[in-house]
């Protein structure tokens, strides 16, 4: 079945520095990828995602790039705020016969500290 | 705000229960996904429903059913509730149901089975 493996968290870093989140998958088909952040006591907000090999996601300084090849969807962010603190879920689109869901990593806690 | 309302925010309740949280789509959306969110398991889909139509299932158990009502609201009746049902539980929603479409999620609602 398809799955996504996301790197351990917590991750604590010093504001303005890079940030790299790690994200894998496993999956039949091309599926799209994707971005979720959660913030305390929130929801899940889309961050960013990509639809087909190669593409990259942007959005508020954070980028991603489908790659096939090693089947990663990796998050990065060249100066993090403190304000960035919060819970990066990568996840994956599949489905068959009409139907449609997500399947998410385990979730990476970033801390980003003055 | 992703323009997805949940209702209730928080639920308590006691083993052996029965209760049923509601959301409501965007305008304008005719997906409607659930999704659990505990500690044990992370983030897991439940169930799709597409303009009043069941599209496709996940992890969902026989104790637990849905249904999307004609003006597209979504119900999810959780029944005969034990301690490990205790779990935040997210409604998304999503303009097709396409596979790759984003899925906006709404606020939560969460529920402590005592």
């Known amino acids: 079945g398809n799955s996504v493996t996301q790197m351990e968290g917590p991750v604590t870093l010093s504001e303005e520095a890079f940030l790299t989140i790690n994200c894998t998958y496993t999956?039949?088909?091309?599926?799209?990828l994707f971005w979720y952040v959660q913030y305390p006591g929130e929801g899940l907000q889309l961050l960013l995602k990509?639809?087909?090999?190669?593409d990259k996601g942007s959005n508020k300084g954070f980028e991603a790039t489908y790659r096939k090849e090693t089947t990663s969807f990796h998050l990065e962010k060249g100066s993090v705020q403190v304000s960035d603190s919060a819970v990066y879920f990568c996840a994956l689109s599949s489905g068959t016969g009409g139907g449609n869901k997500l399947t998410f990593g385990t979730g990476t806690q970033l801390k980003v500290e003055l | 705000d992703s323009g997805v309302t949940q209702t209730p925010k928080h639920l308590i309740t006691a083993t052996g229960q029965r209760v049923t949280l509601r959301c409501s789509p965007r305008?304008?959306?005719?997906?409607v996904y659930w999704y659990q969110q505990s500690l044990d398991q992370g983030l897991q889909f439940l169930i799709h429903?597409?303009?009043?139509?069941?599209?496709a299932k996940g992890n969902i158990l026989e104790r637990f059913s849905a249904q999307q009502f004609p003006d597209l609201h979504s119900e999810l009746n959780l029944s005969s509730l034990e301690l490990g049902d205790s779990a935040l539980y997210f409604c998304?929603?999503?303009?097709?149901?396409?596979?790759?479409?984003?899925?906006?999620f709404g606020p939560g609602t969460r529920l402590l089975v005592l």
């Open positions: 998304a929603s999503g303009k097709a149901g396409g596979l790759g479409e984003t899925q906006y």
């Open positions: 429903y597409y303009n009043g139509e069941e599209r």
């Open positions: 305008s304008g959306d005719l997906s």
């Open positions: 990509a639809t087909k090999a190669d």
């Open positions: 999956a039949t088909g091309y599926p799209s």
